[in-house]
T-cell receptor, first 112, second 114 residues
């Protein structure tokens, strides 16, 4: 079973609307990170939120973390066509070893 | 530009070939990573190097052989690959491995095994 799992798998919205993506995980974490990937390119780091934080902002991005529900959300406000990409959460689990896992991603399409 | 470069960007190789992927980071980071991204599968962490020492090998077949001569360079040597090894191979680096600081990714090498 996957540690990080995004929901929905795909999301299509109009420019100017807000986009919300969710990530659920199974084990205790040190931190959770969100990344963006444009088609066939490398990933770009967006935000890192630590287990003792509940909310972080960066420009039009807002990330929340609920450790009791083992879930995180990424909100993109006032979306633009350039936000079209795949968004991944990655969890750094407590413990040593193979603990850094990416979810399968949410494919966001922002239509002009 | 993220400060992480990868060459080549595209590679087509036969199953009997030997080739190498190269990654270089200009960020002064101490940890470097190889990931495999296949269609319709989550990103898979293959290897982790921290201060040139391999710290993780996630059950990767021996036909993939990593090499980290220094903290700025990372190679992935390929030999006797299978068609299912066709994927996007991504290199990343971070300040340190412990606590998984944010990772900076290269643009990837699109590998096709024929």
């Amino acid at each position: 079973s996957q540690q990080g799992e995004e929901d929905p798998q795909a999301l299509s919205i109009q420019e100017g609307e807000n986009a919300t993506m969710n990530c659920s995980y199974k084990t205790s974490i040190n931190n959770l990170q969100w990344y963006r990937q444009n088609s066939g390119r490398g990933l770009v780091h967006l935000i890192l939120i630590r287990s003792n934080e509940r909310e972080k902002h960066s420009g039009r991005l807002r990330v929340t973390l609920d450790t009791s529900k083992k879930s995180s959300s990424l909100l993109i406000t006032a979306s633009r066509a350039a936000d079209t990409a795949s968004y991944f959460c990655a969890t750094d689990s407590v413990g040593y070893g193979q603990n850094f896992v990416f979810g399968p991603g949410t494919r966001l399409s922002v239509l002009p | 530009e993220t400060g992480v470069t990868q060459t080549p960007r595209h590679l087509v190789m036969g199953m009997t070939n030997k080739k190498s992927l190269k990654c270089e980071q200009h960020l002064g980071h101490n940890a470097m990573y190889w990931y495999k991204q296949s269609a319709k599968k989550p990103l898979e962490l293959m290897f982790v190097y921290n201060f040139k020492e391999q710290t993780e090998n996630n059950s990767v077949p021996s036909r993939f052989s990593p090499e980290c001569p220094n903290s700025s360079h990372l190679f992935l040597h390929l030999h006797t690959l299978q068609p299912e090894d066709s994927a996007l191979y991504l290199c990343a680096s971070s300040q340190e491995w412990v606590q998984r600081y944010e990772q900076y990714f290269g643009p990837g090498t699109r590998l096709t095994v024929t």
